[in-house]
């Protein structure tokens, strides 16, 4: 694809949000938590909207119909387009965007060259992003005519993140999760995300080679930029200013120091 086609192709968003959420300790879906009286997955479709993303998919579990009556109830503007997919059983965020990633077809691709059509991976419990940030990384995934693109961020203590590893030119390598990194990757402060801009065509081609021979068993959405740098495909990342905006939340105490932070601004 040249470069001018993947300027102005369409981005398409996929926010999961299937997770049970049970550090919550609640009977109710992590993402359907409020935050300032607005639940989680709200603000982070709402950012996607307000950066200019029209289009969205949002995986839920079937059991959680809440999550779909929460969304259906909120008044987005009439040009938003916002429909599901479920995922059936639980077996990691590769296969929970692989779920979203048939559904944009099914919906939104019916008369779309695919590869014109881009896909901007989300979180339905990390509600901190700005729609700037998002913006700026569209704008690099096609302005630097990448297939992939991968949110990054830097901190001093990336404890429960996974690592971008680099080559001494600071290009992409790949990602290693926390629990998969030797004793030498955990040292690396340049974490992932888990956001992630790609070319559709490529996600699609790219999903089967997932494997789940890793330490959780499941299928790792990280491994798909990996798996196109290895076809020879270019991959890149981006560095956020703030790494407080890819704060997911997890528990009801960072549900609290959330509000505090949302409070601030």
């Keep these: 694809m040249v470069a ?29 938590h ?13 950012s996607l909207v307000n950066a ?6 949002v995986v839920i579990s079937p059991t959680q119909k ?3 009556e929460i ?13 599901f997919a479920y995922q059936n059983t639980p077996l990691g965020t590769g296969h929970a965007a692989e779920c979203g990633v048939k559904e944009v077809e099914n919906y939104y691709l019916k008369n779309s060259k695919c590869n014109e059509i881009n896909i901007l991976i989300a979180y339905g419990d990390t509600p901190a992003v700005k729609p700037e940030t998002f913006k700026e990384f569209i704008n690099t995934h096609k302005n630097e005519n990448n297939i992939f693109t991968v949110l990054a961020f830097e901190t001093d203590n990336p404890t429960g993140y996974g690592r971008i590893l680099t080559d001494k030119k600071n290009n992409f390598l790949g990602i290693c999760e926390e629990k998969d990194c030797n004793e030498e990757q955990k040292k690396i402060k340049l974490c992932n995300s888990g956001f992630q801009c790609a070319n559709f065509a490529a996600m699609k081609e790219y999903f089967p080679l997932l494997k789940n021979n890793n330490a959780a068993k499941e299928y790792y959405l990280t491994d798909l930029p990996l798996i196109a740098k290895q ?7 981006l560095i956020g200013k703030d790494e407080t905006e890819f704060l997911g939340i997890n528990s009801q105490q960072q549900l609290a120091e959330m509000e505090e932070k949302f409070k601030e601004n």
């Design 66 to 68: 809440i999550v779909e």
């Design 231 to 237: 076809a020879g495909k270019k991959v890149g990342y």
């Design 34 to 46: 409020k935050l300032l009286g607005k639940s989680l997955v709200i603000w982070a479709i709402e």
């Design 52 to 57: 200019g993303i029209n289009k969205i998919i």
């Design 71 to 83: 969304i259906l109830e909120n008044e987005f503007p009439s040009n938003i387009q916002i429909n």
């Design 4 to 32: 001018n086609e993947l300027f102005k192709a369409e981005t398409i968003g996929v926010v999961l949000a299937a997770g049970m959420g049970k550090r919550m300790n609640s009977s109710l879906p992590k993402v359907a």
